[in-house]
């Protein structure tokens, strides 16, 4: 359930701005998951989310990568938990995911900050991910299986 959770709330902040814990339960709760105060205060500093000023003075929770260490656990454990299979056309790289779980799952290979990754495109169990070129493609699904093989 944590997981669960947690992978929903990386989802919501990467789709919308979310400036209060509030406003964050009220998201949660629309998508079936009944959160108290306490629990979005701790997944928000397990996923070491921060906020970051937006336009109109506004704020918003995003997570900033860890710079230590580029690949970042939450998102790493986001990734694993969350990918089923994957696939290559050309040099675009489609990553099955359980159901739910694409949003999650893709903005933790964004995450990743991969120079040969154009772009990714999530929908509810399925990423593309484009790639430069194919070759790139190969390299980035030999490191993404090792990440998931750890």
């Given at each position: 359930m944590k997981i669960e959770r947690q992978s929903k709330i990386l989802q919501l902040i990467s789709k919308y701005d979310i400036e209060t814990q509030d406003e964050l339960a009220k998201r949660l709760?629309?998508?079936?998951?009944?959160?108290?105060?306490?629990?979005?205060?701790?997944?928000?500093?397990?996923?070491?989310?921060t906020k970051i000023?937006?336009?109109?003075?506004?704020?918003?929770?995003?997570?900033?990568?860890n710079q230590e260490n580029k690949l970042n656990e939450k998102?790493?454990?986001?990734?694993?938990?969350?990918f089923s299979s994957m696939d290559r056309a050309e040099n675009l790289i489609i990553i099955k995911t359980l159901n739910g779980m694409a949003m999650a799952v893709g903005a933790a290979i964004d995450?990743?900050?991969?120079?040969?990754?154009?772009?990714?495109?999530?929908?509810?169990?399925?990423?593309?991910?484009?790639?430069?070129t194919q070759k790139d493609a190969i390299d980035i699904m030999e490191k993404l299986n090792k990440i998931i093989h750890v």
């Amino acid at each position: 359930m944590k997981i669960e959770r947690q992978s929903k709330i990386l989802q919501l902040i990467s789709k919308y701005d979310i400036e209060t814990q509030d406003e964050l339960a009220k998201r949660l709760t629309d998508e079936g998951l009944i959160v108290t105060q306490a629990t979005i205060s701790r997944d928000i500093r397990e996923l070491k989310l921060t906020k970051i000023s937006i336009a109109n003075g506004k704020q918003k929770y995003v997570v900033l990568p860890n710079q230590e260490n580029k690949l970042n656990e939450k998102f790493i454990r986001v990734f694993r938990n969350g990918f089923s299979s994957m696939d290559r056309a050309e040099n675009l790289i489609i990553i099955k995911t359980l159901n739910g779980m694409a949003m999650a799952v893709g903005a933790a290979i964004d995450s990743l900050n991969y120079d040969e990754i154009v772009g990714t495109i999530a929908g509810d169990d399925t990423i593309f991910c484009a790639v430069r070129t194919q070759k790139d493609a190969i390299d980035i699904m030999e490191k993404l299986n090792k990440i998931i093989h750890v």
